[in-house]
């Protein structure tokens, strides 16, 4: 692949308005070849706020998997990134993710995670989330994933699940070829754990985790996972 990677970074939103500004302002200092903002329905000022930074705004349903694809399919980058919205990575942390994808058979992977907040019980669930990872070889959609655009053609995208849809992505990408982990860190918001109670949220992801893995299905898991902003 040619030294010049174009990167498309692809952020879903969903009435993201409070911290969308600062959020597009870092991935500006990242200058990747192309933003994208896809929208699923926002009634607040997010849209408005995208428009300041992209042409690139694509609006549609609602549905992380279904705005990540609707996103995908007009990025022309080489690798996408795609990045939550409330989430940032440093511009170091972007161009180890350059050097990895251009120096190797890699055919994507995620950063390390790094909830923001100085909560030693926040801390504690990183660590732990970052050892599942390395040992299990699994991330999360929180954790920033990248992908070559070909790849991610060959996996037609995203399983248009209304959850755990990062989940069943990255198992499928494990099996097309090696990925990488790499130890540099996707910051991601703390609100969720913030608002609905640490060891809560804690619990409960786990416990959609592992559902979804024996089979539940999903349209019933997401009744347990709501909206936070």
Same mark, same amino acid.
């Given at each position: ?63 992380? /998997? ?6 995908? +399919?007009? #990025?022309? %980058? $080489?690798?996408?990134? *795609? ?45 732990? /989330? ?6 299990? +070889?699994? #991330?999360? %959609? $929180?954790?920033?994933? *990248? ?83």
């Amino acid at each position: 692949m040619d030294s010049l990677l174009k990167v498309s970074i692809i952020v879903p939103t969903y009435n993201e308005a409070q911290g969308l500004n600062e959020t597009l302002t870092q991935i500006q200092q990242l200058c990747p070849h192309e933003l994208i903002v896809s929208d699923g329905g926002s009634d607040d000022q997010t849209l408005e706020i995208a428009e300041k930074f992209t042409d690139h705004v694509v609006k549609g349903f609602a549905g992380r /998997a279904l705005q990540m694809n609707a996103g995908a +399919r007009i #990025a022309t %980058g $080489d690798i996408f990134l *795609f990045l939550h919205a409330d989430s940032r990575i440093e511009p170091v942390s972007y161009q180890k993710m350059l050097h990895s994808l251009r120096s190797s058979e890699k055919i994507g992977g995620a950063f390390s995670l790094c909830i923001d907040s100085n909560k030693w019980s926040l801390r504690l669930i990183t660590r732990l /989330a970052n050892m599942r990872s390395k040992y299990l +070889r699994m #991330a999360y %959609g $929180d954790q920033a994933f *990248f992908v070559k655009n070909s790849t991610f053609q060959q996996m037609n995208g995203f399983a248009e699940l209304p959850i755990c849809e990062d989940i069943d992505f990255f198992k499928r990408l494990r099996k097309l070829g090696p990925i990488i982990l790499l130890n540099e860190k996707a910051f991601t918001s703390p609100r969720r754990w913030m608002k609905e109670g640490i060891w809560f949220t804690t619990l409960r992801n786990i416990l959609i985790a592992t559902l979804f893995e024996l089979g539940f299905p999903p349209r019933i898991l997401t009744k347990w996972y709501q909206a936070i902003r």
